[in-house]
């Protein structure tokens, strides 16, 4: 009797953990997606292959990577786990695995986005993680950001097999207010340390605003194509952050034209230039320092022409406003780190939420 | 007459430039170390092979890796450059290459230490960068951090020709003031951005004292050996950050005796107790979380049991103080980035600092 009683216990403690283990799939193409642009041809990237066409072939490649890119959906499993297949090995000196391949979950939680864990990244191109486990079986809105400086060929997310998975009902990202950032390698988030500590996504969680990163490492230049594609992409605020790539020759040819097209074509949506963070090695290579000097100089030019031709609706951040002035704030001198970006994330809210709410 | 001019004013300008390229080397064991418990067989290793002889095999290996390491030089140099060669080429999922296996170099200005640069990683075991060029040829004192997660096998430090590079006259770090601190994967720097971020590293350039780490990735579980040779170690005072890697039982079994043991030995030496930072996953992943909070019940109760039987020099840090409650201070819920590192050096040196304070 007392065997029986035991064996029947196991056998239960078998098939519990069976059903905790045992996990289906559901491809993230069929859940919400937030940080998009626009729809593109491939469902993962950034531009769509036909509009990027008159771009650099430098933004092109970029774009295909999902900075910003996030998945929402609403499940009651108590496992999340996740498989991504990467296009390709990555190797960044500066970056973790985690952040340049890796997949990053938050819950929102009493009104909050909270952070949970991470997908991360062995070595190769197939990934498959245990993300998180042992959760209570509460109905949850889940975020899982998409790697920074890698693209995903595919994605599925597995939750218990007898637990539902679907679009979340009340999405508390609001798609329909929408920061669309152009920038440098500081917007696509190196070095934050997992893809949900880029300052644009830092912001998405703080506002329950879409924040759209068009940040593209060493390539933001300010060519027109830029312009022209900014134009076409639905906006409440631009944040340029650009300033950091173009020599101070290429940002005196070409921030005005570029900035005056995007004004001329968009002129209810307010603009906010940002100087380029001072690079903390240009504090000691004084050639360094230099042309970030000029950098700034010459967006400054920029702003105050377009400020004496009567534009209104654009707004400035200096660059000693932007990420504190202890010079922790990067790993390498020129990229940001969590703390680089929470300072930035600090400085440059309370400028898109005047430009935001001077709009008329 | 013009040409020869021309000529001569070329021929000077390529000197000057091979004056300025034209590097000569100092090994680094010829400079000045800090960041170490004691002198060793192998230089750039933290613990004596023959004194780690009793000790875990994994503490054995963790203590081969140069964490808190750091050299220091004066040089008057424009350029300073490195080559060093590391023992093995590393993979960590939540770690910069720049971190594990980089340098990281500070310069003393206007009594602070301030960030210059990095030496940052290519793949492979023999690594030669600049570090930072272009600078004014002043006198200035530098400190250089080696690898968090990986060993070096030799350094050399590279400037002018025609520099000088030396041991500092006046060395910012005060070797004769020194804190020992003892623990996880926190402690030895997993996941600061560069290895200045470690929190005994940055507490090092606050208070100028010399903070020596002896913190062993998933290997800080209080072995008795490990206490013999702490008591061995000469420190003002021990800051033991050990609760994260031993289990509950092993912490309720361990703790005691261990601390005990430490403070009979060295009775004028205060200790540092830190409770384990509270894992970020933890708050989703049950299982994790109340391990958490059986490890920090188990601690308290070890302090709480010494200070009744007299132990006054003994001080306490719990969880809730450590690394703020926005829940984005770690990469994966476990490490800290270098956001996390920065609250975490807020917390421990008012206690260290009263610690110092109060003692006779």
């Not at 990555?90 to 909050?112: E, I, R």
């Not at 230099?290 to 377009?306: A, H």
Request: charge should be positive; aromatic fraction near 8%.
């Amino acid at each position: 009797m007392y065997k029986i009683f035991i064996v029947t216990i196991v056998l239960l403690a078998v098939q519990l953990s069976y059903a905790q283990d045992s996990i289906k799939y559901a491809d993230a193409t069929t859940l919400m997606m937030v940080g998009k642009a626009k729809t593109t041809d491939s469902i993962y990237q950034r531009i769509d292959s036909v509009e990027a066409k008159e771009m650099p072939q430098a933004v092109k490649n970029l774009a295909k990577q999902s900075a910003g890119i996030a998945i929402l959906f609403e499940t009651n499993s108590r496992i999340i786990r996740a498989k991504w297949d990467l296009p390709k090995e990555v190797y960044l000196h500066n970056m973790t695995p985690d952040a340049h391949s890796g997949l990053d979950l938050y819950c929102f939680k009493a009104g909050k986005w909270q952070f949970v864990s991470i997908g991360r990244v062995a070595p190769g191109i197939n990934q498959n993680q245990i993300i998180v486990q042992n959760m209570d079986s509460s109905l949850k809105q889940f975020m899982l950001y998409l790697p920074l400086y890698n693209g995903v060929s595919q994605l599925q997310i597995g939750v218990q097999q007898n637990a539902t998975i679907n679009k979340p009902t009340k999405p508390a990202v609001n798609t329909a207010r929408r920061i669309v950032v152009y920038g440098s390698s500081v917007v696509q988030g190196a070095s934050a340390s997992r893809a949900g500590m880029a300052y644009p996504a830092i912001l998405q969680r703080r506002t329950g605003f879409d924040w759209i990163n068009l940040g593209f490492s060493g390539s933001a230049k300010m060519e027109m194509p830029l312009a022209k594609y900014l134009a076409t992409v639905p906006a409440d605020c631009y944040v340029l952050d650009c300033i950091p790539n173009p020599s101070p020759e290429e940002i005196s040819e070409r921030s005005y034209p570029f900035i005056k097209y995007l004004h001329e074509q968009q002129p209810a949506i307010p603009i906010v230039l940002v100087e380029t963070i001072f690079r903390q090695n240009g504090l000691w290579d004084q050639q360094v320092g230099n042309t970030v000097k000029r950098q700034n100089e010459e967006i400054r030019k920029t702003y105050e022409r377009l400020k004496k031709e009567g534009v209104k609706n654009i707004y400035y951040l200096e660059t000693d406003k932007l990420i504190g002035n202890d010079h922790e704030a990067t790993i390498d001198g020129i990229h940001l780190t969590d703390l680089g970006f929470t300072r930035m994330a600090d400085a440059v809210l309370p400028v898109v939420k005047k430009a935001l709410a001077e709009k008329k």
